[in-house]
């Protein structure tokens, strides 16, 4: 969590996209040579470009022996833990990405305050949510398999994050909805309950819809389907999981209609 938060902190939109991208590229078994330089403007990369950043990754692997991520994972010990703690971190990463908090209220071990444990909700979250799987969807339908599994995988774990996040904060609905109810009366309170239910709502809808159409839509429609049975069977555990979290959203017949 900690390294997360530092990420967040220490660096802005596109440059966390180029740290991330450079973790994905090394660990399905890129080099230095594949890592994306500092102030590499990513929206100025056209489609040739990207092409050939992909190639360059794909010939650098055939030749290493260093992947610590494949599509077709083995048992061996180390390589199960990678892909245990690189599954983790894209968890934690969209965890703290949607509660995220500000420079000024982290401590030198680059923990949150004890000050600073207040539920935040902000659109701010959602778009950094939004742009990162966005990115990462860019990789998912690249033709290598050990490549396109470790964005998919990515998305998946974000998607968990968002998900569980609309839990928290459909919990955090009724709870100020009751206390809106017993509160007639007291005009100031009233007015900040019914900011903190206006911007819950919001930032909740603009989660689930990242996750119905760039999620589901957008991931989910193509690599259920994927040639690589890891892919798949991933990808349906992570429905499952979706479903688990959030039935009302999942178990609708309209859904699961346009899902086949």
Do not use: C
């Not at 911007?199 to 989910?220: N, P, S």
């Amino acid at each position: 969590v900690a390294v997360a938060r530092r990420l967040l902190q220490d660096h802005e939109p596109n440059s966390m996209h180029i740290q991330l991208l450079n973790l994905l590229f090394r660990s399905v078994g890129g080099s230095f040579q594949t890592n994306l330089k500092d102030g590499t403007d990513l929206e100025e990369l056209d489609d040739n470009e990207w092409d050939n950043l992909v190639t360059e990754v794909v010939q650098v692997m055939r030749d290493s022996d260093l992947e610590l991520l494949t599509a077709t994972p083995d048992d061996k010990l180390g390589t199960r833990e990678y892909r245990a703690i690189y599954h983790e971190f894209w968890y934690r990463l969209g965890t703290v990405i949607l509660s995220f908090t500000p420079v000024g209220q982290i401590d030198e071990e680059g923990e949150p305050k004890a000050s600073s444990s207040n539920f935040t909700s902000n659109r701010f979250q959602v778009e950094l949510m939004r742009d990162l799987i966005s990115r990462m969807t860019e990789l998912v339908l690249v033709g290598q398999p050990d490549l396109r599994a470790a964005a998919t995988t990515a998305v998946w774990e974000l998607a968990k994050a968002s998900m569980e996040r609309t839990v928290e904060l459909t919990a955090k609905l009724d709870t100020a909805q009751r206390q809106h109810t017993a509160s007639k009366g007291q005009s100031r309170k009233l007015q900040a309950l019914e900011h903190s239910i206006d911007t819950w709502k919001r930032h909740k809808t603009e989660l689930e819809v990242v996750v119905e159409e760039a999620v589901i839509q957008g991931v989910f429609i193509r690599r259920y389907r994927d040639s690589n049975a890891h892919i798949r069977r991933e990808s349906l555990d992570t429905l499952r999981e979706l479903i688990l979290l959030r039935p009302d959203i999942f178990l609708k017949g309209e859904k699961l209609g346009q899902q086949n």
